[in-house]
């Protein structure tokens, strides 16, 4: 397919989007998506996959594409898999350029109930993902925290932004930079499960990471696709 042929097909597959859901999006694998996509049309995906999923959409938005953004998914691919092995209870899913991280209580990521402090248990397992972190300091970390629905809408918000802070300030007291850090708080406006029952309330209590490739990663990446 040449360049004006794919270029596009992203814009009419940012198009089609936006007039119809996420859903044809969140179907395809992240090769399809981040070489459909690329870089011009990542951020309007991003953005309006972000109203369903922040964390998804943080990394379709920083889709670069091309040559350099299989360079950086390489490099993600590696980190990704360094991450499954630390935390074996976690969801790990590779995403166009970028890797989500979901901790609920299956990884034993927990909070004490109705409160924003992290358990001991937590802190040990977080402790095992801080130096592949440190490994790889070229890319940025958005904390996304979760709740379930018990309670109101205006309590909950805060204290998902309370505990996705709580486990930034762990990562930082650790040694990881906190300028790579952000957090969000989303409350109970993204769950993955049913809250009508209580083993989906538990899956809906989460922490998930968004993590992408920095700007230094970036250029790395763009001048080893010139070079080749």
């Given at each position: 397919?040449?360049?004006?042929?794919?270029?596009?097909?992203?814009?009419?597959?940012?198009?089609?989007?936006?007039?119809?859901?996420?859903?044809?999006?969140?179907?395809?694998?992240?090769?399809?998506?981040?070489?459909?996509?690329?870089?011009?049309?990542?951020?309007?995906?991003?953005?309006?996959?972000?109203?369903?999923?922040?964390?998804?959409g943080?990394?379709?938005?920083?889709?670069?594409g091309?040559?350099?953004?299989?360079?950086?998914?390489?490099?993600?691919?590696?980190?990704?898999?360094?991450?499954?092995?630390?935390?074996?209870?976690?969801?790990?899913?590779?995403?166009?350029?970028?890797?989500?991280?979901?901790?609920?209580?299956?990884?034993a990521?927990?909070?004490?109930?109705?409160?924003s402090?992290?358990?001991?248990?937590?802190?040990?397992?977080?402790?095992?993902?801080?130096?592949?972190?440190?490994?790889?300091?070229?890319?940025?970390?958005?904390?996304?925290?979760?709740?379930?629905?018990?309670?109101?809408?205006?309590?909950?918000?805060?204290?998902?932004?309370?505990?996705?802070?709580?486990?930034?300030?762990?990562?930082?007291?650790?040694?990881?930079?906190?300028?790579?850090?952000?957090?969000?708080?989303?409350?109970?406006?993204?769950?993955?499960?049913?809250?009508?029952?209580?083993?989906?309330?538990?899956?809906?209590?989460?922490?998930?990471?968004?993590?992408?490739?920095?700007?230094?990663?970036?250029?790395?990446?763009?001048?080893?696709?010139?070079?080749?």
């Amino acid at each position: 397919m040449n360049k004006v042929n794919m270029g596009l097909l992203s814009l009419l597959l940012v198009v089609a989007f936006v007039f119809q859901s996420c859903e044809a999006i969140q179907n395809t694998n992240r090769a399809q998506r981040g070489g459909v996509i690329g870089a011009a049309g990542g951020a309007a995906v991003g953005a309006a996959i972000s109203k369903n999923n922040r964390a998804l959409g943080a990394i379709v938005g920083g889709v670069v594409g091309g040559a350099a953004g299989a360079i950086i998914g390489n490099k993600m691919d590696k980190q990704a898999e360094k991450i499954d092995q630390a935390l074996p209870g976690a969801e790990v899913v590779r995403s166009e350029e970028g890797i989500q991280v979901i901790l609920d209580e299956k990884s034993a990521v927990r909070f004490e109930y109705n409160k924003s402090s992290l358990t001991a248990e937590a802190q040990t397992n977080l402790d095992r993902v801080v130096n592949v972190f440190k490994e790889y300091p070229d890319t940025d970390i958005l904390i996304v925290g979760h709740t379930d629905n018990v309670g109101s809408a205006a309590y909950n918000r805060p204290l998902s932004q309370q505990r996705a802070k709580a486990v930034r300030d762990y990562l930082v007291s650790k040694g990881v930079n906190s300028n790579r850090i952000r957090v969000e708080g989303v409350g109970f406006s993204e769950p993955r499960y049913s809250n009508d029952t209580a083993d989906g309330r538990a899956g809906n209590r989460r922490v998930e990471f968004a993590i992408t490739a920095n700007e230094k990663m970036i250029q790395d990446a763009e001048r080893e696709a010139q070079g080749q």
